[in-house]
């Protein structure tokens, strides 16, 4: 069982940062990888970026340039910090665990609403 709880989302303007973290806890060395993904209101829910144990990274094109993943192995926690924001950066971002690559999840977070304001 791998529980992961979101914190950091909110609301930003356009052109704005934030900085979203996730600390994972229970079975996860198994697990190789940390990643994010987002669900915006009527849309199917997207892969945003993920980092292996080893700190191999891979990016949406959406994001790539703008965002940036990390983590700490020791703390078990990863972050994504996001810039130079964007209306359509607005959706719920999941922390998620799994292996890579590809990226493949195992375990979901409960969400964080990040919404970008124009």
């Known amino acids: 069982q791998v529980q992961l709880v979101e914190s950091g989302g909110g609301l930003v303007q356009a052109g704005g940062s934030l900085r979203l973290s996730c600390a994972a806890s229970g079975s996860i060395l198994r697990f190789n990888a940390m990643g994010w993904y987002r669900q915006a209101p009527g849309k199917q829910r997207e892969w945003v970026a993920a980092i292996t144990n080893s700190g191999s990274t891979n990016y949406a094109d959406s994001v790539k340039g703008r965002f940036t993943i990390s983590r700490d192995n020791a703390k078990n926690t990863v972050t994504l910090q996001m810039n130079s924001l964007k209306p359509e950066d607005t959706a719920v971002y999941y922390c998620?665990?799994?292996?890579?690559?590809?990226?493949?999840?195992?375990?979901w977070g409960q969400g964080t609403q990040v919404t970008v304001s124009s």
């Open positions: 998620t665990v799994g292996s890579a690559w590809p990226y493949r999840v195992n375990s």
